[in-house]
């Protein structure tokens, strides 16, 4: 049986940026909270699996397409399905449309880990997901590691507050794009374009009272962002490209 989630997203003005465009980070709370969303709808939202198997979802990748900008009061028709369980990751697919036109798509890598050791579930065991992907919908691009370049142009440290931490306890992934965006200076940057693509990867939690170290620099067209904690162990990834208007 092929399972597809539809909900619709006002775009407020608490999302848009200087620009009057949804920012990146409001973009992918809108794909997580779809996601959220759909996991209820499934039987194996965040209260449910921690019940039944004492597990927490987090996000391990996340990637964006835009066909053009979204700005605000925009109303988003989101589709999203999951593509079924492989090993200790599950790939969830999105279609945004607006005014029944589509807008942009979307992918993000799920796993679900122990709440107390972090050692990862296999998801061919969970039985919810069985039989409920999204069939002929699955999409076909795989997420994977962000080449980074050896040397960085920029350095910025970024401590981490009570405001960017959610239910689980660390910092929620949608955060992760507001610090590499005030790191490479996406309002100066911004100016006459919209964001075409992005991809993030999350190497290893951040907590409330860390701080981290936010390396830039851009290669072609590609601005690209790099945290780092004070231990020296990677954080996250960041890639973001830039269309004009």
Known sequence: MSVCY??????????????????????????????TQAALELGVSGPEIRRKYNCLWMVTRSWVELDGPIRWNDLLDVKTWHRGASGVSSYRD?????????????????????VDSRKLFRMKDLAEFRGTDGGERN???????IPMPEVFDRRTRRDLRYSDTDINGHVNNVHY???????????????GKFVRSLQIGYV????????????????????????????????????????DL
């Not at 005014?99 to 880990?113: C, F, L, N, R, S």
């Not at 794009?177 to 100016?191: N, Q, R």
């Not at 936010?214 to 996250?236: K, P, S, W, Y």
């Open 6 to 35: 539809e909900t619709q997203f006002r775009v407020d003005s608490r999302d848009v940026d200087l620009f009057n465009q949804c920012r990146p980070s409001a973009l992918l709370g809108i794909l997580q909270e779809a996601a």
């Open 177 to 191: 794009a507001d610090f590499a965006c005030d790191s490479l200076h996406l309002e100066e940057l911004g100016k």
């Open 94 to 114: 999105f279609d945004l449309f607006r005014e029944g036109k589509p807008i942009g798509q979307g992918t993000t890598v799920w796993v679900m880990a122990d």
């Open 204 to 243: 290893n939690e951040c907590r409330a009272g860390e701080a981290i170290w936010v390396d830039t620099a851009a290669r072609g067209d590609e601005l690209l962002a790099r945290g780092e904690g004070e231990d020296g162990v990677e954080r996250f990834e960041f890639a973001l490209n830039l269309a």
């Open 139 to 145: 999409k076909s691009v795989k997420l994977r590691r």
